[in-house]
């Protein structure tokens, strides 16, 4: 059974930094996308950055060069290091994970929509930021 567990979010006045952790199990695909996601009410979901098992990353056009996607050695671990926070970063932060093809570009945030029952996702955790 796989399961995500997002953790970390908080308050940061813009400028700040923040690493947001998840913590992934059971998942035993051979290929995979891992990624980040955000929403804030009344909007759609929004993919942030994504990550192939294969170790290509990806993100959308705001947070480039500000967010980095990452996993740990042992793939337990998917992190988000957020710096440069902005207030329109300001939304709830969910992980998510389904199984993928070898082929990376199936995972780029403007490919992958994760949805159920295919896809599992985390809980969630808000992030605010401050101006």
């Known amino acids: 059974q796989v399961q995500l567990i997002e953790s970390g979010g908080g308050s940061v006045q813009a400028g700040g930094s923040l690493r947001l952790p998840c913590t992934v199990s059971?998942?035993?695909?051979?290929?995979?996308?891992l990624g980040w996601f955000r929403q804030t009410p009344g909007k759609e979901r929004e993919g942030v950055a994504t990550?192939?098992?294969?170790?290509?990353?990806d993100y959308v056009e705001s947070v480039r060069g500000r967010f980095t996607i990452s996993q740990d050695n042992d793939k337990t671990t998917l992190y988000l290091q957020m710096n440069s926070l902005k207030p329109q970063d300001t939304a709830m932060y969910y992980c998510?994970?389904?199984?993928?093809?070898?082929?990376?570009?199936?995972?780029?945030?403007?490919?992958?929509?994760?949805?159920?029952?295919?896809?599992?996702w985390g809980q969630g955790t808000q992030v605010t930021v401050s101006s």
């Open positions: 998510a994970a389904e199984s993928a093809g070898p082929d990376s570009r199936t995972c780029y945030v403007g490919t992958w929509s994760p949805a159920w029952p295919l896809a599992h």
């Open positions: 059971g998942v035993r695909y051979r290929t995979y996308c």
């Open positions: 990550i192939h098992s294969g170790g290509t990353t």
